[in-house]
């Protein structure tokens, strides 16, 4: 499947913004990447868009009237950490006061071509084009969006309407409101599996797979219900006989 990154521009002059805006959708492109991009000539807009979308890449500006750049760039960050953010500003002194968000880039409008061209064929070399980026999935939930890898996601527990997220660090669950059915879909792809209508469980940590039970790597206990045991190991039996890493 081809990749499609969401980004944002953020520039509060229309003609800097549709310059960015038209580079960046032309750069990507000659890289294979396809993009979708919102243009916002205000942080304010930006930052309530945030409240119900989440994107990729966002390049911001850094001297704008509402707000300065680079304090937008910390709440995107605490929003979202995994999403990234590059700087394109006249105002290269301030380079070193974007350093505290780890910023991906910093593109310098008196040298616009060079740069951006250099900061986004690195982005797809080492973002788009490694693992990293696919086998992160984002999770709506009622503070915004949580992001997880994939590959650290053990295993998902439905508890009313409530969805548990269990992974590998040994923390707390991290709690999402959704339907089984859509995380499911959502999961299916990562190679996770429905053994139970309240489990969804990541092949990678089944250690053992028995007719009423999953035991994890970690040492937790799944449960697995009849109607669903043979679809189950099926499943699995199919994931790990293409798994050349296993």
């Known amino acids: ?42 942080a304010n807009d930006l930052i309530n868009q945030l409240t119900t979308f989440s994107y990729n890449l966002i390049f911001l500006d850094i001297s704008m009237p509402e707000m300065d750049g680079v304090a937008l760039g910390e709440k995107i960050k605490r929003k979202n950490n995994t999403t990234e953010v590059i700087f394109v500003s006249s105002n290269t002194d301030r380079v070193f006061d974007t350093f505290n968000i780890h910023p991906f880039g910093f593109v ?98 089944i250690k053992r797979f028995d007719s009423k039970d999953i035991t994890l790597t970690s040492g937790e206990i799944i449960p697995v219900s009849r109607a669903k045991y043979h679809a189950s190991l099926d499943e699995y039996t199919r994931l790990i006989s293409v798994d050349t890493t296993r």
């Open 108 to 205: 310098r409008k008196n040298n616009f071509m060079t740069d951006i061209n250099n900061v986004i064929e690195r982005y797809v070399r080492d973002v788009v084009n490694s693992n990293d980026y696919s086998s992160i999935i984002q999770f709506k939930s009622r503070g915004g969006f949580t992001s997880i890898r994939t590959t650290s996601l053990k295993y998902v527990e439905c508890i009313k309407n409530i969805q548990f997220l269990y992974t590998d660090d040994d923390n707390e669950p991290t709690k999402i409101y959704s339907r089984m059915e859509a995380l499911e879909e959502q999961l299916a792809p990562h190679g996770f599996i429905r053994v139970h209508k309240g489990y969804l469980v990541n092949y990678l940590y």
């Open 1 to 42: 499947m081809k990749t499609r990154l969401h980004i944002a521009i953020c520039d509060d002059e229309p003609q800097a913004a549709s310059i960015v805006t038209a580079s960046v959708e032309t750069t990507f492109a000659s890289n294979g990447v396809d993009v979708l991009i919102d243009s916002f000539l205000s």
